[in-house]
């Protein structure tokens, strides 16, 4: 590994939002995946089905001094 090889690495995976279970945190794990093999490594990406809570209703309000909701 080289300081050169860890930047480029980082901009690839930081370049787009990936959220669990997004498609591009899938492509994130099958690079990181691709990388550890050719190394040597024996890897295997497993799933898992998990509960991932997210808010169906976002809102953003102001209570003081003034009431005031944002749109």
């Known amino acids: 590994m080289k300081a050169d090889n860890l930047r480029e690495w980082l901009k690839r995976l930081a370049a787009r ?6 498609p591009y945190g899938k492509d994130n794990a099958e690079f990181m995946a691709s990388l550890f093999r050719s190394w040597g490594y024996d890897v295997a990406i497993e799933d898992y089905q998990v509960l991932l ?11 003081a001094p003034t009431n005031f909701v944002a749109r």
């Open 17 to 22: 939002p990936h959220h669990v279970g997004s």
């Open 53 to 63: 809570p997210t808010p169906l209703v976002r809102q953003l309000e102001l209570v």
